[in-house]
């Protein structure tokens, strides 16, 4: 008998393999490890859950494709070949993973599976799909790093309850049903949750599909959007053997310089160096045009070098601007001209019109109707600035 949430190896022996792994690097214990080899083989050679052209095996005995599940595993498969330096094993990973981009939208809506779950997006795979992204990106696929900005930028963001004005709620518990059902102080409680089930344009999905109206709110969700925020501020900017790479265009701070990201009101970042960096290397989006952009180094006022994106050799791993060695007290100033565009995005043979700045989704047709995404997003010809501190709270913490 198949039944529909039958236990196909993805679920039950693909996901273990990052919280062993994880144990494994924490203790050394030998048969986590093993385990590891195990579960990896039985998804690569054995199982069947990925299709020989990488696309997900959609039967019910495989849960239809549930992507939550396929990524997951493709996440743990991709951290373990890293691991162990199998170069196979990732190819193995990327190659499914190219796939599974096409069925989701540029701006990050999965879907849910590939029957009869189809529209039932979770923020989980979301999740999924950028850690498994930055993972590849890290491992030479470079491309993934646009990939992945895209989806933090717009539905990772997108997800996050913020705005309440729209819940309804009481001050009291006089209308709640004990274990069941609350609706006291609901806005404040779940502020910062992150969507269960969105729809591409709403934060709330009510179709005439599957189970139709289903869980605004999960706990998985909850706790995977945030890991989500997490690795996409982690990843900004990393370091490898004396080598600084700004990875995602974001604002952050980090104790080799910060960034100031003028997106995506303007095509311009800000670094400020705050140590002696050997070699230092600046991703510049696809849409970006690498013949028109230009960079300027400064220190105490004065203009060091200055450059176009026109010279070759200014070029490394694709789409990263390499800018040499720096020095602790520059102030580097990169800008390029933005993207305006629009495209077609399909969710499950649904079509949405998308407008687009640069990496960031500004308008999206057909609207939603309970919390619309994307319509209350602005731009501004100068980009609004407001002062801060990104290491205040580092501060804050020291004892």
């Known amino acids: 008998i198949l039944l529909r949430l039958a236990p196909d190896p993805a679920a039950f022996c693909g996901r273990l393999v990052m919280p062993l792994l994880k144990y494994h690097e924490l203790t050394g214990n030998a048969d986590a490890f093993e385990l590891c080899q195990f579960f990896t083989a039985l998804i690569v050679q054995r199982s069947g859950v990925f299709n020989p052209d990488g696309s997900f095996n ?8 549930h992507f939550h599940t396929r990524l997951g595993t493709l996440d743990a498969l991709a951290r373990f070949g890293v691991f162990t330096g199998d170069a196979a094993l990732i190819a193995f990973v990327e190659k499914s993973y190219a796939w599974a981009v096409t069925q989701c939208t540029a701006f990050g809506w999965t879907p849910g599976d590939m029957k009869e779950q189809a529209y039932e997006h979770e923020t989980c795979s979301l999740v999924d799909l950028i850690a498994t992204g930055i993972t590849l990106a890290q491992s030479g ?25 729209w819940v309804k709620e009481t001050d009291d518990r006089s209308m709640d049903v004990p274990g069941r059902i609350t609706y006291e102080n609901i806005a404040q409680r779940t502020r910062g949750a992150f969507a269960g089930y969105s729809a591409p344009n709403d934060f709330c999905c009510n179709v005439n599909h599957g189970r139709g109206h289903t ?10 959007g945030t890991r989500g925020l997490y690795m996409g501020w982690s990843n900004t900017v990393t370091e490898k053997k004396g080598t600084v790479s700004v990875n995602f265009l974001l604002n952050r701070g980090s104790a080799w310089l910060d960034v100031d990201s003028y997106l995506p009101h303007e095509g311009k970042l800000v670094l400020h160096i705050h140590k002696d960096i050997q070699r230092l290397q600046v991703r510049i989006p696809e849409w970006a045009g ?6 300027k180094r400064e220190r105490d006022g004065e203009t060091i070098a200055a450059g176009k994106g026109s010279e070759p050799s200014r070029w490394v791993n694709e789409c990263f ?10 102030t580097i100033t990169i800008e390029f001209p933005l993207s305006k565009r629009k495209t077609i995005e399909t969710a499950i043979g649904e079509q ?11 308008g999206i ?4 109707t309970s919390h619309p995404f994307y319509s209350g997003r602005k731009v501004y010809e100068q980009a609004p ?15």
């Open 58 to 65: 959609d039967a019910l005995a495989y849960r239809s494709g």
């Open 141 to 165: 696929y470079t491309k993934y790093w646009g990939v992945v900005e895209r989806y933090i930028r717009n539905h990772l963001a997108e997800s996050q309850l913020l705005e309440m004005d």
């Open 215 to 224: 869980n605004d709110l999960q706990i998985c969700c909850l706790g995977s």
């Open 290 to 295: 690498y013949a028109k952009v230009t960079f």
């Open 321 to 330: 601007l390499l800018l040499g060695a720096v020095e602790a007290g520059e």
């Open 352 to 362: 949405f019109e998308t407008e687009w700045q640069g990496d960031d989704v500004i």
């Open 365 to 368: 047709t057909p609207q939603g």
């Open 385 to 399: 600035l407001r002062e801060g501190e990104y290491r205040r709270l580092e501060k804050e913490l020291v004892w």
